[in-house]
């Protein structure tokens, strides 16, 4: 199924990701620092390119919602963007990155009508990548969890308004 509303916000992604490493503290190590390290790369995300649809998590409302992420891969980062789906209606969530900052994979999003936040990697990112950040409001943790190549779990973790909070979000590629 092809998403054609998202092809606008392409372009503004584009140049979203293009303002981000070019404003953060970019450090580009070479691949034989990298090895040396054992640091994670961004190679080790490229398996999110392409277009993720979560249609089961809020299914069930009336009428049904789901979720979809789209990412883009580039030399030096990953960038996308999430969107909410309610019947033919769209509506963006936040725009998001993963770049190398600092030698460590970092994950950016810009929440609609909000702030830039980051994450960073506290794994090792085999299978799954955890992303934190314990000074945001919620969530605290992300974690992008690689089921299989169709397959993606992207669970967000925190306490919000003193509540402790975890919900998993299950996407199919398309």
């Given at each position: 199924?092809q998403?054609?509303?998202?092809?606008k916000?392409?372009?503004?992604?584009?140049?979203?990701a293009?303002?981000?490493?070019?404003?953060?503290?970019?450090?580009?190590?070479?691949?034989?620092?990298?090895?040396?390290?054992?640091?994670?790369?961004?190679?080790?995300?490229?398996?999110?390119?392409?277009?993720?649809?979560?249609r089961?998590?809020?299914?069930?409302k009336?009428?049904p919602?789901?979720f979809?992420?789209?990412?883009?891969?580039?030399p030096?980062?990953?960038?996308?963007?999430?969107?909410?789906?309610?019947?033919?209606?769209?509506s963006l969530?936040?725009?998001?990155?993963?770049?190398?900052?600092?030698e460590?994979?970092?994950?950016?999003?810009?929440?609609k009508?909000?702030s830039l936040?980051?994450f960073?990697?506290?794994?090792?990112?085999?299978?799954?990548?955890?992303?934190?950040?314990?000074?945001n409001?919620?969530?605290?943790?992300?974690?992008?969890?690689n089921i299989?190549?169709?397959?993606?779990?992207?669970?967000?973790?925190g306490?919000?308004?003193?509540i402790?909070?975890?919900?998993?979000?299950?996407?199919?590629?398309?």
């Amino acid at each position: 199924m092809q998403y054609k509303f998202l092809s606008k916000y392409f372009a503004f992604t584009v140049m979203f990701a293009s303002l981000l490493v070019f404003s953060q503290c970019y450090n580009q190590s070479n691949e034989a620092t990298k090895e040396s390290k054992n640091i994670v790369s961004i190679d080790n995300v490229r398996f999110l390119e392409g277009t993720w649809v979560d249609r089961k998590t809020f299914g069930f409302k009336s009428p049904p919602q789901h979720f979809v992420e789209v990412w883009k891969s580039y030399p030096d980062s990953m960038s996308g963007a999430a969107y909410m789906v309610i019947e033919n209606d769209s509506s963006l969530m936040e725009l998001i990155s993963i770049v190398m900052i600092n030698e460590k994979l970092t994950y950016i999003a810009r929440p609609k009508n909000q702030s830039l936040v980051s994450f960073t990697l506290i794994n090792d990112g085999k299978e799954s990548f955890v992303f934190e950040n314990k000074a945001n409001d919620y969530p605290q943790k992300l974690t992008y969890k690689n089921i299989s190549k169709d397959s993606l779990h992207i669970t967000l973790d925190g306490i919000s308004k003193g509540i402790p909070r975890t919900i998993t979000f299950k996407y199919q590629k398309e």
